[in-house]
């Protein structure tokens, strides 16, 4: 049987394939890759694109990392890159020397937990969480990757609510398994890979760059009454499962949440929110919904959690939710691993006792001043938009303007920043929350030299 290439539809045109990130098979970024990668690191990228399946975003790579520090990444040519992506795992930056000091410690006394045992670091984390967490939210399961805690929390909806249908936003990420996959609103992930999971129905997510409802610039709350009228038709929703911003970014009006919050209420649905990018600090707040005011019954968070070193996720739910005591909603391999809990802990203590939350606020104001500033001086920047240290700079006149973008993010890795691009033009800005002021000026000039040479030339 020939498995060469199945039929593909519309995901390999641009539009679906940009909207998580930039792609790793353009012709800009081959042309990068001759300009700057020598001969030692294209032989590893070359082994890694014999050895590893290829797929989009990933494999076949662009460069190859030697050493990682604070807010810097280091490639095989020993060049500092200053890292605004960081696949959002760098909360308290790169090898943070806490966190490697409660790693080898933990490694060195008990570096595994098989399943019918605890462990301190394990209960010591759930408690952290428990009391950091708002209101009742206060008990925890870990799993050890995002995507996996969110199925946990979908399957704890199941059971508490008697209900499998849930609502969750298009353009949303929650994952790459195939149940979030079917919550998530990407093509990339969802198309020609189906069937997904039943009764998985998506709504607009409220994002004003791109509502179906015309809000303009101000959210009109239009897509929240649209959530509630689904809710209402479908009549037997389980959850309603979303991010509380989203990486994009965009950044609901408190009223929206306000809105959902009550809507589910009326409807009996659970109200789920995925902070697993966001969540120990980014936005300025441990969790994001703090800014709204408002309680969900589960939040899952991860990427960071494990400090940058261990994959650790963990499902945060309402007292009243712990109704699964005869089933398995996580049994995972490394469910209670006491390294990647040491590390979490470590983690959360360096947040709280190097003030990441206030300087979060305090630099990211500044850094959006920066931005509306750099905005006026160079006009084919068409949106600024951000909260805490997630910050999206959006280029150009739509989808036309794909290859500027690509052009400023290659310019900019060139001169030593690094960044995603997310639905097409918009340049994400999620740096270590502990880069210094100093740091993120260089990385700004980096950034308008970029944009400012781009917009100058003729891009194909
Ligand atoms: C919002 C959101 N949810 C879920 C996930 C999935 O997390 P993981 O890659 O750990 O499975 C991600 C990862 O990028 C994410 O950004």
Known sequence: MDFAQGERTAVSSADGMLTEGDLNV??????????????????LIEQDAQFFLHQSLSTPCLNVLRACEGASIEDWESRSILDFHGNAVHQVGYRHPSVIKAVIQQLETLPFCPRRYT????????????????????????????????????????LATGRFKTISMWDSFHGASLDTISIGGEALFRQDIGPLLPGTHHVPP?????????????????CA??????????????????????????????????????????????????EIPHALGRTGRFFTCEHYDMEPDMIVIGKGLGGGIFPLAALIAREQLDIAGDRALGHYTHE???????????????????????HVREL????????RAMQKRQPVIRRVEGMGLIIGVTIGDGRQSVALAEDVMYRALASGLNFKLTMGTTIQLMPALTITQEQMQHALDILEMSIAAAANQVVE
């Open 364 to 371: 990211g104001d500044w850094t959006l001043g920066q931005l």
């Open 336 to 358: 209670k691993s006491p390294v990647g809990c040491a590390a979490a802990l470590a983690t959360i203590s360096v947040i709280e006792e190097e003030g990441l939350l206030k």
């Open 26 to 43: 353009s012709r800009r970024r081959s042309r990068w890759m001759a300009e700057h990668i020598d001969g030692a690191t294209r032989t």
């Open 119 to 158: 462990n301190e670091p394990a209960i010591a984390l759930a408690g952290k969480l428990a009391e950091l967490a708002p209101g009742t939210l206060g008990k925890v399961l870990f799993a050890p990757g995002g995507a996996l805690a969110m199925g946990m929390a979908m399957k704890l909806a199941r």
């Open 206 to 222: 409220p994002n004003t760059a791109d509502c179906p409802f015309d809000c303009g610039d101000a959210c009109s709350l239009k």
């Open 225 to 274: 009454d649209y959530l509630d009228y689904v809710l209402d038709k479908e009549g037997d929703i389980g959850a309603v499962i979303a991010e509380t911003v989203r990486s994009t970014p965009f950044f609901p009006p408190r009223e929206y949440w306000q809105k959902v919050r009550a809507a589910c209420d009326r409807h009996g649905a659970l109200l789920i929110l995925d």
